[in-house]
């Protein structure tokens, strides 16, 4: 049985905003915390009850706010701190909760511990960050190159898992634990409800392995953070590369008092054999990792993470179903899939109205410095139309481009010039459009969000899956006392469902069927009650 805290999260349906491409409020062509506070009536008619905001500290922005230079500021770009409190106030007007997302993995290297760091080893911030007279390994950046840079005024090597001014602080030092604890402690007497944290899992180092992270003393870091009495109300989901049950449960378990959640990234790899190459792949992959994980996570009573987009992932719609003719199918068959399992919804901004991968036709329409450095590195090799391919492919901008509120000048994100390209099809996938349709992707999610809501089968049931792995579709059950609900989803192709019960007239279907039963076409779905 899920502990009181955990069931009480499973009632979070959280949306991920990414300042910089949410809504721009001054038009200058980037996104703010004004921007953001202007559209909070839209988040709450959605039926969002939680936000989960991509960085907003001070940054010079080499990777958008993940290089943090001041912890308890807001980036110029975004905003003053009076921005920010009154965000936070309206949020909770509305009851809506705030997830800020922590970096402790790393700050950048404009952050003032840094300046002082590099200016040798006989000040207090000397050894905030790992230095080396000698490369101690081969580790190598996420964003390609080696994972140290050497350092003209320390005249040493410093360790960098990401970008060159991204450098990594050294945990092993108490000064940088307490320094972290006391930017949590910061941002919990602003009133912030959360955290999600940025690869938790890296923030402990043992230098002699082969992999950057899951160090020997992670744990004992998690819980300076979160084990503390100050902390115990918060939620809290890590970004981690744990692959199985009994590290999750390390993670996780209540008792633990470290995480809430993680998110767990295997379900993401289905439709690529790597980040940048597709693989042929369908909506199958997804269901059985998902089964997989929703079967572990309930016999250890620990909380699913129920996400598949996020500002690092092109939308997976673009990836295993069709972002084209069955654009709108794809979108809700997905939801229905996803958000009626046990967990915790984490909606990414624009999925809500089926916004898919976009298609830039020149490297110089791309902005993150991932995609720019492996775009070098393909081009030793390939073509610059294979390179294009791979990179619109798999690259983070396709999740990045501005929210298109309507089919206006710049899809009325900004009356100024957008930072990056609006997606090429936004006159035809914008808010007002779904807002003012009867039938769309964002209606549909909507209707979704209000039978979770009103049914607690859906938050508290038990699941059974009721298809076979073999079946080109996934249909599973929600039982909580004598409720027990049907979840009907097809994947590709049309076929007939026959169920082994029988069932009401669907409360929610994407294509208005009348039967749960019978013949589907593709990505169609349908939820309905047991009889
Ligand atoms: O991502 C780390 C991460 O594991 C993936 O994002 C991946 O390593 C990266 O996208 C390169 O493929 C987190 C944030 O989500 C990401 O936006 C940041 O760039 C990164 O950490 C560094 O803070
Ligand atoms: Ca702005």
Redesign the pocket.
Known sequence: MLCAKYRDFLRWNIYQIYPRSFMDSNGDGIGDLNGITSKLDYLKELGINAVWLCPCYKSPND??G?DIADYRDIMDEFGTMADMERLIAELHKRDIRLIMDL?P??TSTLHPWFQESRKGKDNPYSDYYYWFDEIPNNWQS??RGSAYEYDDVRKQYYLHS?AIR?ADLNWDNPAVVKAMQDVVDFWIDKGVDGFRI??IDMISKDLRSDYNGFGPRLHEYIRALFGREKAAHLFTVG?S?VQDIDEMIRHCAAERKELSTLFLFDPLECGRSD?FTPKADSLKTLRDALVRWQRETAAQDLLHSLFTD???QPPIISRIADDGERRYESATDLAAMLYLLKGVPFIYQGQEIGMTAAHYDSIACFDDL?TKNVYREFRRSMTEEEALAKINFGS?DNARHPMAWNGGDNGGFTAGSPWIALHSRYREINVEKDRSAERSVFRFYQALLKLRREQPAFLDGELEVISAPEDAYFVFTRTLGDEKWAVICNFEREQTITLPFACGAPALSNLGRTEASGSYRPYECAVARVR
């Open positions: 990777d958008n993940y970096v993995n790393h996420a964003f990401f991204q940025d690869v970004e590369g980040k996020n500002h690092d991932e983070r």
